[in-house]
């Protein structure tokens, strides 16, 4: 069977073909509902290997071939190892053409996997490429207004970086032509350093522009006593620790640190909550507030520190999103019985830009809300799902269930909280969102937005 598929994007050939070149740019293009996970990405679009983890342990091993690599103009990668190389046939040519409006990309396909597999994972990575280089004129344009040197390359200290937001966003920045050095706890690799979250080393962000901490105990699980004190033990010292070398860093002049929008409180009904509304009550927004405050010792040295309090993340990848729509699929999805709470969400890929926003634009400190511009509710929310999976949205939900999964606090303070977070400081700034409304971000994450035709011209922006 031969595929074919053709998007126009906003950037010229020579800059849509570097971003290909870029570490990172496998990650990107990756689709989140695809069994496929990035292990290495090719050093070289000519003769390099590309390898990708599938599920019970098997892989799938690319190589590009150099009889059909035209530096800048087209590279070719062919699966060749057994048993995929026979069940497959994957050969996959890329071709960059200039183009009145941009650059236009051709990928021809010729395999024995089916069609409709083929026309959403592609669909996904045209949207994708679009909205990154998109991300890429907006940032360029950017570090012009506000850097002496907007050219010159960063260098960034992540952790975090095996996560889910971190994996993304080491990948984004990649592809934009920064350097990341992820900080790890043990084994490093290749611009990795070893990082004692207790006792990190004094010269751990030497040469960095500025640190990312993304790190912590992952949120959701029962709210029991060893859970809670695992994700303050997590977050609140090694913190700490991380504001204090920043301090002490000579040009490490920005720390840009995770929060959560748990920082308002679980039950703040209708209430329109701004970076400038107070804090609520419960052990997630003390949590916030203590990790929030462990940053202290970098701004009292100077430094630029901005706190992402960050919403709902909607990935096809991980987190809620996969769970709704198993849940769905079953025909077992509906709205919490009885309650209708405001959800404060985010797209992972908004997400990643709200950071490199914080990163690039110094103007940007303090607190920052990494939430939709549209929040929604509990009710809407469902609907939309059910519509996007044909799935019947009747069924509704007990909270009992949340509490027994993860207790009666754990409940509250999660699947229940009712919080309608305004990214504020954002929209002022003139930000711009990939994804305002839900809908096309549970589109584009789990697989349901349709092929640019041939004729179709993204635009700047989105």
């Known amino acids: 069977m031969s595929f074919k598929a053709s998007h126009v994007v906003p950037v010229d050939r020579r800059t849509a073909?570097?971003?290909?070149?870029?570490?990172?740019?496998?990650?990107?293009?990756?689709?989140?509902?695809?069994?496929?996970?990035?292990?290495?990405?090719a050093t070289h679009l000519a003769n390099g290997t590309t390898v990708l983890g599938l599920p019970a342990g098997l892989k799938w091993i690319a190589r590009?071939?150099?009889?059909?690599?035209?530096?800048?103009?087209?590279?070719?990668?062919?699966?060749?190892?057994a048993p995929l190389k026979s069940l497959a046939n994957w050969r996959h040519t890329h071709e960059f053409f200039d183009h009145p409006d941009g650059c236009l990309i051709k990928d021809t396909v010729h395999t024995r996997l089916p069609k409709m597999a083929l026309t959403s994972a592609f669909a996904y990575r045209q949207h994708q490429l679009i909205q990154d280089l998109s991300a890429l004129?907006?940032?360029?344009?950017?570090?012009?207004?506000?850097?002496?040197?907007?050219?010159?390359?960063?260098?960034?200290?992540?952790?975090?970086?095996h996560g889910l937001v971190g994996r993304a966003l080491k990948a984004q920045l990649e592809t934009l032509g920064h350097k990341v050095i992820a900080l790890v706890r043990s084994n490093p690799e290749e611009d990795q350093r070893t990082w004692d979250p207790e006792h990190p080393a004094a010269n751990l962000l030497e040469g960095c522009d500025a640190l990312i901490h993304l790190a912590g105990e992952p949120i959701f699980g029962r709210f029991n006593d060893s859970h809670k004190q695992a994700l303050r033990d997590s977050r609140v010292g090694p913190?700490?620790?991380?504001?204090?070398?920043?301090?002490?860093?000579?040009?490490?002049?920005?720390?840009?640190?995770?929060?959560?929008?748990?920082?308002?409180?679980?039950?703040?009904?209708?209430?329109?909550?701004?970076?400038?509304?107070?804090?609520?009550?419960?052990?997630?927004?003390?949590?916030?507030?203590?990790w929030e405050d462990a940053c202290q010792p970098a701004r009292?040295?100077?430094?630029?520190?901005?706190?992402?309090?960050?919403?709902?993340?909607?990935?096809?990848?991980?987190?809620?999103?996969?769970?709704?729509?198993?849940?769905?699929?079953?025909?077992?999805?509906?709205?919490?019985?009885?309650?209708?709470?405001?959800?404060?969400?985010?797209?992972?890929?908004?997400?990643?830009?709200?950071y490199i926003r914080a990163l690039l634009d110094p103007r940007i400190e303090g607190p920052v809300n990494a939430a939709a511009p549209n929040p929604v509710t509990n009710a809407d929310m469902t609907a939309d799902l059910g519509r996007l999976l044909h799935r019947p949205t009747w069924f509704p939900i007990p909270t009992i269930g949340p509490k027994l999964l993860l207790g009666k606090e754990g409940a509250?303070?999660?699947?229940?909280?009712?919080?309608?977070?305004?990214?504020?400081?954002?929209?002022?700034a003139g930000h711009t969102f990939r994804y305002p409304i839900i809908g096309s971000c549970l589109a584009h994450e789990l697989g349901n937005e349709s092929l640019w035709s041939p004729g179709e011209v993204a635009t700047l922006g989105g």
């Open 17 to 41: 073909w570097t971003w290909h070149t870029r570490p990172g740019a496998l990650t990107r293009l990756t689709p989140p509902f695809w069994p496929m996970t990035p292990i290495k990405q």
């Open 64 to 81: 590009h071939d150099l009889s059909g690599y035209v530096r800048g103009y087209q590279f070719t990668d062919v699966c060749v190892n």
């Open 137 to 161: 004129h907006r940032f360029a344009a950017l570090r012009k207004e506000t850097s002496e040197n907007p050219d010159e390359p960063l260098c960034i200290a992540l952790s975090g970086s």
């Open 239 to 290: 913190t700490k620790e991380l504001a204090t070398l920043v301090a002490h860093t000579p040009g490490c002049d920005t720390m840009i640190c995770a929060s959560a929008v748990g920082f308002y409180g679980s039950s703040r009904g209708e209430e329109k909550l701004s970076e400038t509304s107070e804090p609520g009550e419960g052990f997630l927004a003390q949590l916030c507030q203590d």
């Open 300 to 354: 009292d040295a100077g430094k630029r520190v901005v706190n992402v309090r960050t919403g709902v993340v909607m990935s096809g990848a991980g987190g809620m999103l996969p769970v709704l729509k198993a849940l769905f699929s079953t025909g077992l999805g509906g709205a919490f019985a009885g309650q209708n709470p405001w959800m404060s969400w985010i797209s992972h890929d908004d997400l990643g830009d709200i």
């Open 412 to 428: 509250q303070e999660l699947a229940l909280a009712d919080q309608r977070v305004l990214p504020t400081v954002l929209q002022e």
